[in-house]
Nanobody, 118 residues
Framework: QVQLVESGGGLVQPGGSLRLSCAASGFRFGIFVMGWYRQAPGKQRELVAGITTGGSTNYADSVKGRFTISRDNAKNTVYLQMNTLKPEDTAVYYC????????????WGQGTQVTVSS
């Protein structure tokens, strides 16, 4: 069965750091584009960062220079390193896996809460 298991969320002070992890299983991780999305109260879900099968990355303007997405295909894991956190980063963060081809696949994790507050 397909699973995306997230960890690393929690409460942190402004200026602090967190590292989110997403452990994938049940599908061929290496051919999927991986991403992190977030949804804050009253706002739409937005793409925070994405990473292709070849390691190319893209980021929302709001997190460029602060967040880094990476993947370890040998461990079937994608990470989001979040530095210099701001209160506006507070949201539920979701791990996502996408494949587009003859068949389409779109998998989501359960979400993990990140709260940035004093």
């Amino acid at each position: 069965q397909v699973q995306l298991v997230e960890s690393g969320g929690g409460l942190v002070q402004p200026g602090g750091s967190l590292r989110l992890s997403c452990a994938a299983s049940g599908f061929r991780f290496g051919i999927f584009v991986m991403g992190w999305y977030r949804q804050a109260p009253g706002k739409q879900r937005e793409l925070v960062a994405g990473i292709t099968t070849g390691g190319s990355t893209n980021y929302a303007d709001s997190v460029k220079g602060r967040f880094t997405i990476s993947r370890d295909n040998a461990k079937n894991t994608v990470y989001l390193q979040m530095n210099t956190l701001k209160p506006e980063d507070t949201a539920v963060y979701y791990c996502n896996a996408k494949y587009r081809g003859a068949r389409m696949y779109d998998y989501w994790g359960q979400g993990t809460q990140v709260t940035v507050s004093s």
